[in-house]
């Protein structure tokens, strides 16, 4: 179990879900301690499937969302956490991060109606994340 994750991570109390992306991050960290670069994707998201469990955080993972255009649903994309309802995970393990992956994660976000995600990449020698806002994020409006 991670303790002193404040510690380990700054949060930021303006970004939402800091206290929850910290605790997701701190958890890849543990991962990536542990494991290192060099394993396929599908590693790392099984690893931190357990460290998220033994953490007590709530996802979904390879969770299914429709993709909408013009209010027709044209799809569905799974996207490979999605932990206490508002923030998308998105892992890669890949040498280097470049913008395609983050256009990627930011058109997750927009197309999902999510207002914060984090992108994380196993594959480099440190681990690389970063928290992503959609900027075109409109809240839902209570009846």
Known sequence: MI???NELLMIKEEYKYSELTSKIIGCAMAVHRSLGNGFQEVIYQRALEIEMTDNGIAFSREHEMPVYYKNQQIGTRRVDFLVE???SVELKAIIKLED???AQAINYLEAYDLEVGLLINFG???LEFKRLLNGKFKPKKNL
């Open 3 to 5: 303790t002193g994750i």
């Open 100 to 102: 395609v992956h983050f």
């Open 124 to 126: 480099a020698k440190s």
């Open 85 to 87: 309802g508002v923030v």
